[in-house]
């Protein structure tokens, strides 16, 4: 074993062996792989090897995608056949919300160049002649899809990264990680120590061990996941002997099951509630090719859908059940990227799909350690996407309900009720009181409608306009005639102080810092390669003090960010505020009628100008006022200590009652959002994008002076930007309005996509923010857009539809 390398790869399954190769593929042939036993003997081995493209994630798609690429050269490459057999693979649809998601789904694919057929029932029944068709309304096909034999695609990849140089430890044990002065990492086996620049962590079941072992609290747990071999079938077999061709995958979601061929017979894999967690703390020390007892009782009613659908499946004897672990995080997606507070070491773990993402996660994983940024948008699966509270027990209910999701229709509004609620603001309850139905971001309950007198408070998810569609309209119409509150105290927020903050974050930001306390910006933090990375209100409180908000769901990510790039002189210092902190919002015309009625503060524009922060009195409620909202009406965001929070809610409410104060949900901030084109982080805003190709040029200043992705972004301007974000009016809309990724096109030819849509209530229009060809940004430019299955007609038109002049939160 070497005893130095550029970067250490722990785990040998098909992730870390794709990381390994990825790495060597670029050019860092100097690359070493340590695996405790021998390669696959983790979850890889009894892996089905399906390689499934569908994903309603852009970036989770876009890794699949290289992956099965990928894995049909490697063959050609490495002379190591994979056992790759595309045979396609057909998605049931049972119900007309099942055939939007796949609608949805479609708009997906369709941007990032994966084919999908729509199926009648039909069509199904001429390609798989042994599925009983009733009962279904349709179906997608990927012609490109397929299963591939996990063990072999892993062996391939593992002879091409040797040829490339890369070195492949079996029978090598990770003790422990010890970061050295000069920042490199000292990796201890129990075959001796080797030191190296990054340290890549790969160790599927045993994540939660091994990221404790430098501090880390991985949000990865396995789940126990179950499929069944079958003896051969004579129709199967028949169908070989006449030369037919073998029949793809078949999934039924309503049913939670897959089905392929498998030697003659049938592999059927299913997804129950309830599955049980496996190594909550990681295997034992010497687990090795490991499976657990059979449990088919568990799986009793989807082997009834099954066979209610594949009658062939109930007359072939049982051959064999695989009862494996298979590695969950909370939301299903797998983290790749660097691991929180430490430099130079990378997760590629939490993969449920590890064979179908393993090629393309070591792809964007080996770009991010080498060019020091990911080629696409990874806040999807970025392990700071989840905060700390994120707890073991978190896991053991989150990780059971992501597995039992699998195949669950996912609604673009679902918010799925394990483990909540989990963090409250404290006007909690008040809020329930008032007929809230809440979601959650980053672990915060939100408000997201509020049910009036007589309404159920219950969600209604749809890929259309919803049963709340109506008391959303109802809350956006009172922002904009009264004034309404809003609970925004899951902002990520924090303090950057000392004598060096100024500097720092006048290097970090593209825009200029306050010059004088008290003043506001919007700010962002451009990537190396001059995409955006982060966004952030910046308050100038003093001449070495800056307060810091950005969105909650990125808290981790936003204050990791600061953290690495912050000087290690000890010049700056941050504390983070979200948790002590809340913040509730006060927007509307009689927005500063209610703050005159319970503050001696002076609220006028002369005094208290847009885009302005001062300390106030709130019903004896210290208070840190800041004049800016995100709904494009006046107003203030109040933040102040969390313990006062109810005492501060009580009084605004009580001397609003005349006014019309009401509250209002995140549902109604989006669609209030929209009217005014504000963009949001990883939608309109991405590493993908440059911050002129976003529209944001009066937040950049490259005249200032240097400052982080500053040279990028001028060299993207002068190559030529491929985007420009646009406002576009949706023609002809009855019943569902845009949900991001739809395609767009300029006749046949597609030229962008939507980032999102909904509809603007006070402008009574259907919107969409987008990416499109330059050329084709100018105003009133007609082009069509797709949704749900159907063409509509979409004009450009100018930003901001509602109030362009910004005459309301500047009145």
């Known amino acids: 074993m070497k005893t130095q390398a550029r970067v250490v790869v722990v785990g040998g399954g098909v992730v870390g062996v794709a990381t ?21 003997s983790g979850s890889t081995w009894h892996a089905a ?22 894995y049909q050269s490697l063959e050609a490459e490495t002379g190591q056949a994979v056992g790759f057999s595309q045979v396609g693979n057909i998605r049931l649809a049972m119900s007309q919300n099942r055939l939007d998601e796949y609608h949805q789904y479609g708009c997906v694919a369709e941007t990032i160049g994966i084919e999908v057929k729509f199926l009648t029932p039909d069509a199904v029944l001429e390609i798989w002649p042994l599925c009983n068709i009733d009962g279904l309304v349709g179906a997608i096909q990927h012609p490109g899809d397929g299963y591939i034999q996990p063990a072999d695609v892993t062996q391939a990849m593992a002879i091409g990264a040797r040829k490339l140089g890369a070195e492949i430890n079996r029978q090598t044990a990770v003790e422990g990680f010890a970061q050295k002065p000069n920042g490199e990492w000292l990796v201890k086996t129990d075959q001796g120590e080797i030191v190296c620049e990054h340290v890549v962590l790969a160790t599927g079941n045993f994540a939660r061990r091994t990221g404790a072992m430098v501090g880390l609290e991985v949000p990865v747990m396995p789940v126990e996941h179950q499929y069944i071999v079958t ?30 061929e498998e030697g003659g017979g049938l592999l059927l894999g299913c997804y129950e509630k309830g599955a049980p967690i496996c190594y909550p703390e990681g295997p034992a020390e010497d687990a090795e090719y490991e499976l657990f007892p059979q ?48 430099r130079n070491f990378w997760l590629n773990e939490g993969h449920s799909f590890g064979i179908t993402a393993a090629g393309g996660a ?30 073991a027990s978190y896991l053991k209910v989150k990780n059971t309900e ?25 006007c909690h309850d008040r809020l329930k009181n008032l007929g809230a139905v809440f979601g959650q971001k980053a672990g915060w309950e939100r408000a997201n409608w509020f049910a009036p007198s007589g309404v ?78 982060s966004e952030f209100t910046i308050l100038k409180e003093a001449v070495d003090s800056f307060y810091l908000v950005s969105a909650g769901a990125y808290q981790r990510l936003d204050h990791d960010w600061l953290w690495r790039h912050m000087p290690e002189d000890g010049s700056v210092q941050m504390i983070d505020l979200t948790q002590v902190r809340g913040v509730l919002v006060v927007a509307g015309p009689k927005s500063r009628t209610l703050l005159q009625r319970v503050s001696n503060a002076d609220f006028d524009s002369g005094v208290f100008p847009w885009l302005t922060a001062q300390n106030v ?30 005492q501060l809610f009580d009084a605004l409410m009580a001397a609003g009652s005349d006014l019309g104060l009401k509250p209002f949900g995140i549902r109604a901030m989006d669609s209030l959002r929209y009217e005014k084109s504000y963009r949001l982080v990883g939608t309109e805003i991405s590493i993908e994008y440059s911050a002129y190709e976003s529209g944001l040029e009066r937040f950049v200043h490259p005249e200032k002076g240097d400052f982080l992705g500053r040279d990028a972004l001028l060299a993207w301007q002068a190559r030529g930007n491929a985007h420009r974000l646009v406002t576009l009016e949706v023609h002809d809309v009855t019943h569902a309005d845009a949900l991001g990724n739809n395609p767009i096109y300029h006749g046949e030819e597609l030229v962008g996509r939507a980032t999102g849509g909904n509809y603007g209530f006070r402008v009574g229009k259907s919107l969409a923010l987008a990416m499109v060809r330059p050329e084709l940004a100018a105003l009133g430019t007609d082009l069509r857009m797709k949704i749900l299955g159907t063409d509509h007609n979409v004009t450009v038109i100018p930003e901001s539809p509602f109030d362009p002049n910004n005459v309301r939160p500047r009145s």
């Open 617 to 646: 009195t709130v019903d004896q409620v210290e208070t840190l006022a800041m004049r800016l909202n995100y709904v494009g009406e006046l107003g203030w965001e109040l933040h102040h200590d969390m313990t006062c929070q109810n």
């Open 362 to 391: 070591g792809w964007q994983l080996a770009h991010w350690i080498i060019d020091g940024e990911p080629t696409i948008d990874m806040l999807g699966v970025d392990p700071r996407r989840f905060g700390d509270y994120a707890s």
């Open 20 to 40: 390994l190769y990825q790495l060597a593929k670029m050019g860092w042939s100097d690359v070493v792989l340590l695996e405790r036993h021998e390669l696959t």
């Open 402 to 426: 992501a597995y039992a999701s699998v195949f669950t229709i996912h609604y673009p509004d679902e918010e799925r009720p394990a483990g909540r609620p989990l963090l409250v603001a404290p």
């Open 49 to 70: 090897g399906l390689l499934p493209l569908f994903n309603m994630s852009y970036s989770v798609g876009q890794i699949h995608k290289h992956s099965l690429a990928l």
């Open 295 to 342: 449990d088919l009782d568990r799986l009793t009613p989807h082997i009834d859908a099954a066979i209610n659908r594949v009658p062939a499946f109930a007359e072939a004897g049982v051959k064999q059940v695989y009862n494996g672990a298979i590695p969950y995080t909370p939301d299903g997606n797998p983290i790749i990227g660097p691991a929180w507070g430490l």
């Open 231 to 260: 003896e051969p079938h004579p129709d199967i077999v028949k169908r070989h002997t006449d030369g037919l061709p073998e029949l793809g995958v078949l999934r039924e979601p309503d049913g939670s099951w897959y089905l392929r």
């Open 456 to 533: 159920l408070p219950v969600d209604d998810w749809s890929f259309r306009r919803s049963g709340w569609f109506e008391h959303v309209g109802n809350e956006c119409r009172n922002v904009s005639e009264n004034v309404g509150i809003l609970d925004m105290t899951s902002f990520a927020k924090c303090r950057l102080s000392g004598p060096g903050a100024e500097a720092f974050l006048d290097h970090l930001i593209a825009n200029r810092l306050p010059k004088t306390a008290g003043r506001v910006i919007l700010a962002h933090a451009l990537n190396s390669h001059g995409g955006v990375h």
